[in-house]
């Protein structure tokens, strides 16, 4: 129980990393606010870690609205009085070549993945400030070296890299760490999707020839949160079985 009496706020964590990161935070003994903009999947992790034996929560904000995180962080000070950890974990992709690209979607990505990152960073910093302690951890991705047919996702994704090196500097004299974990390829109902082909394509690409799994991606997380790293700020780890990247 390594995060007895922490509070945790992940933001996503109706989908698949965020959900099986709110687990195993929440059996080393953490509360979790379960945030996702689709409420029924927040619900959905909140009966698992319930079911599991922890305590959490459920949370609709949209984190790329400054009020709805103001609102989320509101939550988790009023009913547990202090937060300790930010996992900023939300993100998703609108593909497609640069020649194509709509500014709608080189928006929504970048809204989502970074802004939505600053926005719920700059809302729990005043509370870890005043605590004088808080741990962050942003969710970046392998791609931030660069993909084809991902330019929004991939500075996005550079950009979360950035935030980490600026915040993690801004907030270390606090006593508030910020760390990054870039997943590779990982087992999840979304890969499974993906055509054989591909999948196998990128499978080869990875060392370790084989898909990650997403307790290897929460227990990243989980490092960077509990008192092993408290001497580890603003540092990016690839979780990826040794894929770096292009
Ligand atoms: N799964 C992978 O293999 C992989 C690899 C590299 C990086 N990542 C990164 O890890 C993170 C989690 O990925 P995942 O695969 O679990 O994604 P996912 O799509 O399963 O989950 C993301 C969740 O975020 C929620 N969400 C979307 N917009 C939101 C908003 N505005 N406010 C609040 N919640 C919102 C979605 O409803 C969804 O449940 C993302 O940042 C992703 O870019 C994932």
Same mark, same amino acid.
């Given at each position: 129980?390594? %995060?007895?009496? $922490?509070?945790?706020?992940? +933001?996503?964590? #109706?989908?698949?990393? =965020?959900? *099986? ?7 080393? #003994? ?7 903009? $689709?409420? !029924?999947?927040? /619900?959905? +992790?909140?009966?698992?870690? @319930?079911?599991? =034996?922890? @305590? ?10 400054? @009020?709805?995180?103001? !609102? ?8 547990? *009085? ?21 500014? /709608? ?24 400030? @005043?605590?004088? #302690? ?22 996005? $994704? ?5 935030? +980490?090196?600026?915040?993690? %500097? ?42 990650? !799994? ?13 008192? !092993? ?12 079985? *040794?894929?770096? *990247?292009?």
């Amino acid at each position: 129980m390594r %995060l007895q009496g $922490k509070n945790a706020i992940i +933001t996503g964590a #109706g989908g698949d990393l =965020g959900r *099986g990161t709110a687990l195993r935070l929440a059996e080393e #003994g953490a509360r979790v606010l379960v945030n996702d903009i $689709k409420l !029924e999947r927040a /619900e959905e +992790t909140v009966a698992l870690v @319930e079911k599991a =034996g922890g @305590e959490a929560l459920a949370n609709a904000a949209d984190i790329t609205s400054a @009020e709805a995180v103001g !609102e989320m962080v509101d939550q988790v000070m009023e009913s547990w *009085g202090r937060v300790d950890i930010l996992v900023n974990n939300a993100g998703d992709i609108r593909d497609s070549l640069i020649a194509k690209m709509s500014e /709608e979607a080189w928006d929504w990505v970048l809204d989502l993945n970074l802004k939505g990152s600053f926005l719920c960073t700059r809302a729990v910093a005043p509370h870890m400030i @005043e605590q004088s #302690g808080g741990r962050i951890v942003n969710l970046s991705s392998l791609a931030y070296k660069g993909n084809i047919g991902q330019a929004n996702y991939v500075s996005a $994704k550079s950009g979360i890299v950035g935030l +980490t090196q600026a915040s993690g %500097l801004e907030f270390a004299r606090y006593g508030i760490s910020v760390n990054c974990v870039a997943p590779g390829l990982i087992d999840t109902p979304k890969a499974q999707t993906l055509d054989d082909a591909t999948r196998e394509r990128l499978v080869r690409m990875t060392p370790m020839r084989r898909m990650g !799994e997403i307790v290897d991606i929460a227990n990243a997380i989980l490092f960077f949160v509990s008192d !092993e790293a408290k001497y580890v700020t603003r540092q990016v780890i690839h979780v990826s079985g *040794g894929m770096e *990247g292009f």
